[in-house]
């Protein structure tokens, strides 16, 4: 399976601190992606790292990808109360002529005012 | 302004009673898809259709259709719910086969009696 293992599966910290979450794959992509969801809502695209990038930045979040290693992680820097939902990566790959989209486990992230 | 409107947002059905989800978008976007998420899990592709043609995941139930009468809207019909069908279904769009970025509705609470 394509499926993304994200770690850790939990993540709770103070407001102001930083928030990493990891996510591994299997096979070769062409990009990978962060969406974020609120508790009982859909997914919101967060950011795109494609296959010929190692970092990208938007706003607060960096990403990395590693695809020697078939990783990436999602830093959040400065995490505002807000910022608590769960975090999912997803791989986007050929497959049978289309290029599909796979959802990991997903990060539950809580920041604590 | 809302892009991916799924209704009703919360849907309540018996046991083998048919169920119809629907989801409509303001984008324009060529394809559409539907997800099954289940508590604390990842998003399932069920299916989805890159205009008229509709492409169906291999582990899709039979039980579960769909229907995209235009561009616009998109529905997901249940034949016979079981328990096991009592999930969040989401809608999402893209604009091209290329998937590089999804855009979700807020999802339909599915339960079944």
């Known amino acids: 399976s394509q499926q993304g293992e994200e770690d850790p599966q939990a993540l709770s910290i103070q407001e102001g601190e930083n928030a990493t979450m990891n996510c591994s794959y299997k096979?070769?992509?062409?990009?990978l992606q962060w969406y974020r969801q609120n508790s009982g809502r859909g997914l919101v695209h967060l950011i795109l790292?494609?296959?010929?990038?190692r970092e990208k930045h938007s706003g607060r979040l960096r990403v990395t990808l590693d695809t020697s290693k078939k990783s990436s992680s999602l830093l959040i820097t400065a995490s505002r109360a807000a910022d608590t939902a769960s975090y999912f990566c997803?791989?986007?790959?050929?497959?049978?002529?289309?290029?599909?989209?796979?959802f990991g486990t997903g990060t539950k992230l809580q920041v604590i005012p | 302004d809302a892009m991916v409107i799924q209704n009703p947002r919360y849907q309540v059905t018996q046991f083998g009673k048919p169920v119809t989800l629907s989801c409509s978008q303001t984008?324009?976007?060529?394809?559409m898809y539907w997800y099954q998420q289940k508590s604390s899990q990842a998003p399932k592709l069920l299916f989805h259709?890159?205009?008229?043609?509709?492409?169906n995941e291999a582990d899709t139930p039979d039980n579960f259709q769909s229907r995209r009468p235009n561009t616009s809207f998109c529905f997901l019909d249940i034949r016979s719910p079981g328990l096991g069908d009592a999930a969040m279904y989401l809608c999402?769009?893209?604009?091209?086969?290329?998937?590089?970025?999804?855009?979700f509705g807020p999802g339909t609470r599915l339960t079944v009696l």
């Open positions: 997803a791989t986007v790959a050929n497959s049978g002529g289309y290029q599909k989209v796979t």
């Open positions: 999402a769009t893209s604009r091209d086969r290329d998937r590089d970025t999804q855009y």
């Open positions: 096979t070769s992509i062409n990009n």
């Open positions: 984008l324009n976007h060529n394809v």
């Open positions: 790292i494609r296959s010929n990038e």
């Open positions: 259709y890159y205009d008229k043609d509709f492409n």
